[in-house]
């Protein structure tokens, strides 16, 4: 059965680059017409897509969020990654990573992790 | 611009049943859809996904009592047979091309 599983320091200092990886298993990361995203979710607030990388192409990313995202995907080690910088208080947040199939919702969720941006 | 709107808040009695809707911008208007359940403190889960025409398919082990249906712009999640633990928050979602975005959330209370 697919899993995904967020981890990363639960605290970020104000301008530094907020880092997160997703570990997959039971199952491959390098799979044709599977995409990944990352999605977050600020405290008693809804959800906000963060951005999507999908087999053999380059991630796109919410509009709002382009300038400082960078997704990537290590085949060998099977996991996503999430690069956010010059981090703000308003970047405190639940962070999930999903896994979706082309043309399909995300049908599969890690469990979140939570990060601080705080001095 | 892609926008999904729910309404932020519905209620209905133990047994009864509630329907929630997503609404989706114009030029998105033909999108599939999906819902998410999210209770409290816990990650979102996959409800099901409703296509344009109205069909839908269930997630893994969701029960028949989540269905969906769907008129012009509009998406709709009926929940029968209300139970004390569908009280959450349930979130829409659509994606595109080079696209994806999320309703605001409705919560549902079970009275």
């Known amino acids: 059965q697919l899993q995904l599983q967020e981890s990363g320091p639960g605290v970020v200092k104000p301008s530094e680059t907020l880092s997160l990886t997703c570990t997959v298993s039971?199952?491959?990361?390098?799979?044709?017409?599977?995409?990944w995203d990352w999605i977050r979710q600020p405290p008693g607030k809804g959800l906000e897509w963060i951005g999507t990388?999908?087999?053999?192409?380059?991630?796109f990313y919410n509009p709002s969020l382009k300038s400082r995202v960078t997704i990537s995907v290590d085949t060998s080690k099977n996991q996503l990654s999430l690069n956010l910088n010059s981090a703000t208080a308003t970047d405190t947040a639940v962070y999930y990573c999903?896994?979706?199939?082309?043309?399909?919702?995300?049908?599969?969720w890690g469990q979140g992790t939570q990060v601080t941006v705080s001095s | 611009q892609l926008v999904l709107t729910q309404s932020p808040s519905a209620s209905a009695s133990l047994g009864a049943s509630v329907k929630l809707t997503c609404t989706l911008s114009?030029?998105?208007?033909?999108?599939?859809i999906a819902w998410h359940q999210q209770k409290p403190d816990k990650g979102p889960q996959f409800l099901i996904k409703?296509?344009?025409?109205?069909?839908?398919r269930r997630g893994d082990g969701i029960p028949d009592r989540f269905s969906g249906s769907s008129s012009g712009a509009e998406r709709y999640l009926t929940i029968s047979s209300l139970q004390a633990e569908d009280e959450a928050d349930y979130y829409c979602?659509?994606?595109?091309?080079?696209?994806?975005?999320f309703g605001g959330g409705t919560k549902v209370t079970v009275l």
């Open positions: 999903g896994k979706d199939d082309y043309g399909n919702p995300i049908e599969h």
């Open positions: 039971g199952g491959s990361i390098n799979r044709v017409n599977q995409c």
């Open positions: 990388l999908c087999y053999s192409e380059s991630p």
């Open positions: 114009s030029a998105h208007s033909r999108y599939a």
């Open positions: 409703i296509n344009e025409d109205g069909s839908h």
């Open positions: 979602q659509t994606w595109g091309t080079l696209i994806r975005g």
